[in-house]
């Protein structure tokens, strides 16, 4: 006998702006307790260091949330110069500072545009990445190193936003200003901006490290679409015990399950059809766009993902809503 999930069988997107100091898990956590929903996932982690826009599914998205795992994305990142750290941020102990020496503008663009184009990256061991189970940063913080291989990245463009190359000690008022360069940086999965800020600085013979990190897109989800925590917890709960949260005015700030995947072509089928498609069972229709998934509707309802056969006809490859 299957076992009864708790909370409520709420589905949909939410598009979570994740604060800095907590893990993506932890805020995936809060949102499925703030939904009280049966079910959640979250498609690419965020180090706690870093904000921005994590995409959290709830329900029958869950089952498409492997689409978006492959999206590229797009950060703005803060890279302190002449520092290098045991992280690779700011998080970390301080291992070796440098002079910064000085470059132009146009000295420092064509340095930024050389790490443009595929290349090859090797994740950093403070990261999510899991080494037989378990995240690298765990072997890392017991001072273990673990061998990790190189992987295919594209930066697809990296933009300068700001920078300086003046360093001060604290004033009076304890401020202090330190090197530093501001990028966005549009690239494919799997890059790690951290990885590139350390790059960038053995490049300038500096070293650095991140002491900012923010995500403003991952595709197809942008930070106008992000809600916070906090409002989350100011729009939709009480200080009140008594007062339940209002989930059905929750439920209208998500995203349909749908909204993830609009590159694959819609088809909608008829009863019979649909009858067919709760068995796993092929339907005699040949889409006349050629597609590595298609979006099974029926009566207006996204019911199946399928994919083409042997004979161009569509077979369910996984079943939603059903």
């Given at each position: 006998?299957?076992?009864?999930?708790k909370?409520?069988?709420?589905?949909?997107?939410?598009?979570?702006?994740?604060?800095s100091?907590?893990?993506?898990?932890?805020?995936?956590q809060?949102?499925?307790?703030?939904f009280?929903?049966?079910?959640?996932?979250h498609?690419?982690?965020?180090?706690?260091?870093?904000?921005?826009?994590?995409?959290?599914?709830?329900?029958?998205?869950?089952?498409?949330?492997?689409?978006?795992?492959?999206?590229?994305?797009?950060?703005?990142?803060?890279?302190?110069?002449?520092?290098?750290?045991?992280?690779?941020?700011?998080?970390?102990?301080?291992?070796?500072?440098?002079?910064?020496?000085?470059?132009?503008?146009?000295?420092?663009?064509?340095?930024?545009?050389?790490?443009?184009?595929?290349?090859?990256?090797?994740?950093?061991?403070?990261?999510?990445?899991?080494?037989?189970?378990r995240?690298?940063?765990?072997?890392?913080?017991?001072?273990i190193?673990?061998?990790?291989?190189?992987?295919?990245?594209?930066?697809?463009?990296?933009?300068?936003?700001?920078?300086?190359?003046?360093?001060?000690?604290?004033?009076?008022?304890?401020?202090?200003?330190?090197?530093?360069?501001?990028?966005e940086?549009?690239?494919?999965?799997?890059?790690?901006?951290?990885?590139?800020?350390?790059?960038?600085?053995e490049?300038?013979?500096?070293?650095?490290?991140?002491?900012?990190?923010?995500?403003?897109d991952?595709?197809?989800?942008?930070?106008?679409?992000?809600?916070?925590?906090?409002?989350?917890?100011?729009?939709?709960?009480?200080?009140?015990?008594?007062?339940k949260?209002?989930?059905?005015?929750?439920?209208?700030?998500?995203?349909?399950?749908?909204?993830?995947?609009?590159?694959?072509?819609?088809?909608?089928?008829?009863k019979?059809?649909?009858?067919?498609?709760?068995?796993?069972?092929?339907?005699?229709?040949?889409?006349?766009?050629?597609?590595?998934?298609?979006?099974l509707?029926?009566?207006?309802?996204?019911?199946?993902l399928?994919?083409l056969?042997?004979?161009?006809?569509?077979?369910?490859?996984?079943?939603?809503?059903l």
């Amino acid at each position: 006998m299957a076992r009864k999930r708790k909370g409520r069988p709420v589905n949909g997107i939410l598009v979570l702006d994740k604060p800095s100091g907590i893990t993506s898990n932890k805020a995936l956590q809060k949102v499925k307790h703030l939904f009280n929903a049966q079910k959640a996932g979250h498609t690419g982690s965020l180090d706690p260091l870093a904000t921005g826009v994590l995409p959290i599914c709830l329900g029958e998205a869950t089952k498409i949330s492997h689409y978006l795992l492959d999206a590229n994305k797009t950060y703005r990142a803060k890279c302190v110069l002449g520092t290098i750290t045991t992280t690779g941020d700011s998080d970390g102990e301080i291992l070796v500072q440098k002079t910064v020496d000085e470059l132009s503008k146009k000295e420092l663009l064509e340095l930024l545009s050389g790490f443009e184009g595929a290349q090859q990256q090797t994740p950093p061991m403070y990261s999510a990445l899991k080494h037989n189970g378990r995240p690298l940063y765990e072997y890392a913080r017991k001072g273990i190193v673990i061998e990790r291989k190189s992987r295919p990245v594209t930066i697809f463009n990296i933009t300068l936003l700001d920078y300086s190359f003046v360093s001060q000690a604290s004033d009076s008022q304890g401020v202090s200003t330190q090197a530093f360069i501001e990028i966005e940086v549009q690239c494919s999965k799997g890059t790690y901006i951290r990885t590139l800020c350390e790059d960038i600085g053995e490049k300038l013979g500096c070293g650095a490290h991140i002491s900012a990190l923010r995500r403003i897109d991952s595709e197809p989800f942008s930070l106008s679409q992000a809600i916070s925590l906090e409002q989350l917890l100011s729009q939709f709960r009480s200080d009140s015990p008594d007062d339940k949260p209002d989930f059905e005015a929750m439920d209208q700030i998500l995203l349909t399950t749908d909204f993830a995947i609009q590159q694959f072509p819609a088809v909608h089928i008829n009863k019979d059809q649909l009858h067919k498609i709760q068995h796993g069972m092929t339907i005699e229709v040949q889409p006349e766009i050629d597609a590595s998934d298609y979006r099974l509707y029926y009566d207006d309802t996204l019911i199946a993902l399928a994919v083409l056969d042997d004979h161009s006809n569509l077979k369910p490859k996984r079943l939603l809503f059903l």
